[in-house]
């Protein structure tokens, strides 16, 4: 039986099986190595203890208001440190960053072109006197090529898509944080008030239901005391699941612990609420189309879907696939030549692809359109509410001083014996009743002028931007006490960043 010839290494096969060896090591040297990450097993909230070493880096606030304001809260939390707060700390945005880090890595996919391929055979005659045949081939993709420019804008303009989707996340955000700011401003005023309303009641309802007892007044008195009681009792109660439920989802919003109670600065109490000029909002409506994160966030997905359906008709073009290669045959024979993988544009022609990208891009445009169309409408039926609440705020404050001194009289009266308890009650529950209506309307205002300012941006100010600025200036002089203060008990701060 005859023997196999013996291995020879030649120059061009040695040559030939060191730069294989040598593309497969620098293909090895430039991989990335898995690393395991193991899940959490505890809660990651912020504690009261980490929320007094908490700080903020103003610059990367997403908007200007923010970040000219100083994260200082060791007087208390004021509205734009509860939203500098909710910015860096909120779960929801930190998922949000995430979705951005991973669009931004399929945009680095995009862009890097397709690795060459290589072919290598080799056969081996099983008679004498033949030579080992091989065959060496380079190939490379090119319609790869062609398409990656479209693919890398689309990806591109689908990172800034996501980047403004995450800056519009961030506003609203902002908004709920603010808002939640002043319904618990308005809690923990009404409190008070509706405490004060209950036990006036209930003294009534005592002294009414013991004279009723002795027969000095009517049975239908002692009811009606006791109805306007539990009514009291019972806005009482309501105002505290309230309050609770505001605690909830201030804390859930911040990423703060259940237990964790935020210390608010006052700075909305008894401030007023400045009128919008309607030209301020004209201009601002004018200009939603290049201030609003999410309408230029739809731009920019409009833009990527531009380039995809550009690519889909680049693809509609015959696949091509272009190589070189190297052989020789059993009798020594060396050949040299090229092959080309082309498809035939007969059946497909990449019509479906084609048809699928125009039809999504004309969803898109339907979808910027019906977005700037709602936006419009929101504006205008805040304008309205904002109109209304002013001027209930303004009839409500006006009625306050009469009230206060008819509810003064009647206390100054009461304690002369000149009137009875329910005159009094009535003068002070009247009093009572409209300063809970101010404080309503003033949260009411206020809300909306935060929602308005969510649709708008930064055109228009807060709604207690004057206390806030004020407040800003004395935070410099705490700054440094609270810095001491940190030294001195050994803690170090907790920076949050905000990725972008």
């Known amino acids: 039986m005859p023997s196999r010839p013996p291995f020879r290494a030649t120059p061009l096969r040695t040559s030939c099986l060191f730069a294989v060896a040598a593309l497969c090591a620098g293909a ?13 097993t505890a809660s990651a909230l912020t504690t009261q203890d980490s929320l007094a070493r908490i700080q903020i880096d103003p610059a990367k606030m997403p908007l200007p208001e923010l970040a000219a304001h100083r994260f200082d809260p060791s007087d208390g939390f004021d509205m734009e440190e509860v939203a500098m707060l909710a910015v860096a700390n909120n779960p929801d945005l930190k998922l949000a960053r ?23 055979s080799s056969d081996y005659p099983g008679a004498l006197g033949l030579s080992r045949a091989f065959s060496y081939g380079l190939s490379m993709d090119v319609m790869a090529i062609v398409t990656r420019g479209a693919n ?10 996501t980047d403004l989707g995450l800056l519009w996340q961030e506003w609203q955000v902002i908004a709920q944080a603010k808002q939640l700011y002043v319904k618990t401003r308005f809690q923990d005023e009404a409190l008070p008030l509706l405490a004060q309303q209950t036990e006036l009641t209930r003294t009534r309802y005592e002294r ?37 439920q505001t605690h909830h989802d201030l804390n859930a919003l911040l990423g703060l612990a259940p237990g964790v109670t935020l210390p608010l600065a006052d700075a909305t109490r008894d401030s007023a609420i400045e009128p919008l000029a309607d030209a301020t909002l004209d201009d601002a409506v004018a200009a939603l189309p290049q201030r609003r994160p999410d309408l230029i966030a739809l731009q920019a997905g409009y833009e990527a879907q531009e380039q995809k359906y550009r690519a889909a008709i680049l693809n509609q073009f015959p696949s ?9 045959d059993t009798s020594e024979i060396y050949t040299s030549g090229f092959a080309i993988n082309l498809t035939l544009p007969v059946f497909n022609r990449n019509r479906g692809n084609i048809a699928i990208e125009q039809a999504t891009r004309q969803r898109l445009a339907d979808e910027y359109q019906t977005r700037l169309n709602t936006a419009s409408a929101d504006i205008a039926h805040l304008r309205a509410d904002d109109a209304i609440a002013a001027q209930q705020l303004a009839q409500d ?4 001083p009469e009230l206060d001194r008819a509810a003064a009289h009647a206390h100054d009266a009461y304690a002369r014996r000149d009137i009875a308890l329910g005159q009094y009650v009535d003068a002070q529950s009247a009093a009572l009743t409209r300063r809970l209506d101010a404080a309503t309307a003033r949260e009411a205002l206020a809300e ?38 940190a030294q001195q008990t050994g803690s170090a701060p907790t920076t949050l960043t905000v990725a972008r």
């Open 152 to 161: 890398k804008k689309s990806a591109d303009a689908t990172v800034r898509k």
């Open 28 to 40: 090895l040297g430039g991989c990335t190595f898995y690393h395991a990450q193991p899940l959490p």
């Open 448 to 485: 909306q002028r935060i929602g308005l300012q969510a649709l708008l941006g930064s055109a228009i100010p807060d709604p207690y931007g004057a206390q806030a600025s004020t407040q800003a200036q004395t935070q410099a002089q705490t700054r440094a006490q609270t810095q001491r203060a």
């Open 208 to 244: 009414t239901a013991h004279a009723a007892s002795e027969h000095n007044v009517t049975a239908d008195s002692a009811t009606a005391a006791l109805t306007a009681y539990e009514d009291a009792r019972k806005q009482y109660a309501d105002l505290l699941h309230a309050r609770e």
């Open 397 to 400: 404050e006006a009625a306050l």
């Open 98 to 120: 995430d979705d951005l880090g991973i669009a931004q890595a399929q945009a680095f996919s995009a862009g890097l072109l397709p690795d060459p391929q290589v072919a290598v």
């Open 320 to 328: 091509l696939s272009v190589g070189f290669t190297r052989q020789r």
